[in-house]
C-alpha cells in the first residue's frame, strides 16, 4: 500500500531540523526501497524549510504510521503536524524515473482536499510534468479525500490549475525539491 506522508514544519525549527539532518537520512536509508518520492517543501522565500513529504510503500495504515511518527525530526519536535494518507501511485514509478531529473525548473507539491464526488481520477492527458500523481484515499481505500501530486511547472498558479476548479475544499501549493542524499 502507498502512503503520503506530509509533515509540517514548527515555527522556528530551522536550526534543529539541519542539526539533525544526518540523523533524518539514516532513516530515510532504511527505507530506501519502499520510497517512492522525497524531499522538502519551503516557505515563499524559497530557502527556508516549511516542511518533508515522503511517498512510501508500507504494509498497512499501521506502518505507516509509525513511518511517520518515528522520524527523527518529528520526534525532536521539528514538526507542528503530520498528514499520512494513504495514495495511489497513479504514474506506476518512483521520483528517480521522472525523466526531466532531480533539477531544472520549479517543482510544487500539490494538495487538493476533497470535496464531495471523487474527481481527478486519471493521469491528466499531459503527464509529461508530473513526478508523482495519485488520489489521497482514507485507510481502507474506499474514500476519496482528494488528490497530490509533485509536479514540475513554471509557477504555482499553473501548478494548481492541473486540478479540476472548484471542485476540492482546499488547495495547498508548496514549492518542493528532490530530496535524499546527492
Not at 508500507?58 to 521539528?78: K, T, V, Y
Not at 514540475?152 to 542524499?181: C, K, M, N, Q, S
Request: glycine letters at 10%; aromatic letters at 10%.
Amino acid at each position: 500500500m502507498e502512503f503520503l506522508c506530509y509533515h509540517r514544519d514548527r515555527p522556528g525549527s530551522t536550526t534543529l531540523r539541519g542539526e539533525l539532518l544526518e540523523e533524518h537520512w539514516s532513516y530515510m536509508d532504511r527505507f530506501e526501497k519502499e520510497l517512492i518520492a522525497r524531499g522538502p517543501t519551503f516557505a515563499e522565500d524559497g530557502e527556508t524549510p516549511s516542511g518533508s513529504v515522503h511517498i512510501v510503500d508500507l504494509p498497512d495504515p499501521a506502518a505507516a504510521r509509525a513511518f511517520a511518527f518515528d522520524e527523527p525530526n518529528h520526534q525532536a519536535g521539528i514538526f507542528r503536524d503530520v498528514l499520512v494518507r494513504r495514495w495511489r501511485n497513479l504514474l506506476g514509478r518512483t521520483m528517480w524515473d521522472f525523466p526531466g531529473g532531480r533539477t531544472g525548473g520549479n517543482r510544487f507539491l500539490v494538495l487538493g482536499f476533497g470535496a464531495g464526488e471523487p474527481v481527478d481520477l486519471e493521469v491528466p492527458a499531459d503527464s509529461s510534468e508530473l513526478i508523482a500523481y495519485g488520489p489521497l484515499l482514507s485507510d481502507d481505500g474506499a474514500a476519496w479525500l482528494g488528490t497530490a501530486m509533485l509536479v514540475r511547472a513554471p509557477d504555482a498558479d499553473t501548478a494548481r490549475a492541473i486540478l479540476t476548479a472548484d471542485r476540492y475544499a482546499a488547495v495547498e501549493v508548496h514549492d518542493w525539491e528532490f530530496g535524499g542524499r546527492r
